[in-house]
Nanobody, 123 residues
Framework: VQLQASGGGLVQAGGSLRLSCIASGFSDSGLTFSDYAVGWFRQRPGKEREAVAAVTGSGDGTYYTDSVKGRFTISRDNAKNTVYLQMNGLKPEDTAVYYC????????????WGQGTQVTVSS
């Protein structure tokens, strides 16, 4: 499974960005995109990687870290094998490299990661 993230960039505080992550390579696994929970982590300068948001395979369950609740929205389009992160009201502290991930539990956890996309918020 391969994940390709895009949509990062430079934005002023208060602005918006939408990250996208397209997944591919499921044919050998016997699974489909909808079998995987997907989401986003981020790594801010000098900080450890942290979970930002996640969504279940069906899309009916979501998680957000407290600092982004009410500003970020995660969604997925299983027909397009894509997960999105709509980020509104961006703050300088949101500056980070954002990584998309996908995981499924079949006996053990199988997780996959995208390459990261830089988000920079200027004050």
């Amino acid at each position: 499974v391969q994940l390709q993230a895009s949509g990062g960039g430079l934005v002023q505080a208060g602005g918006s960005l939408r990250l996208s992550c397209i997944a591919s390579g499921f044919s050998d696994s016997g699974l489909t995109f909808s079998d995987y929970a997907v989401g986003w982590f981020r790594q801010r300068p000098g900080k450890e990687r942290e979970a930002v948001a996640a969504v279940t395979g069906s899309g009916d369950g979501t998680y957000y870290t407290d600092s982004v609740k009410g500003r970020f929205t995660i969604s997925r389009d299983n027909a397009k094998n894509t997960v999105y992160l709509q980020m509104n009201g961006l703050k300088p502290e949101d500056t980070a490299v954002y990584y998309c991930f996908a995981f499924v539990v079949i006996g053990a956890i199988q997780d996959y990661w995208g390459q990261g996309t830089q988000v920079t918020v200027s004050s």
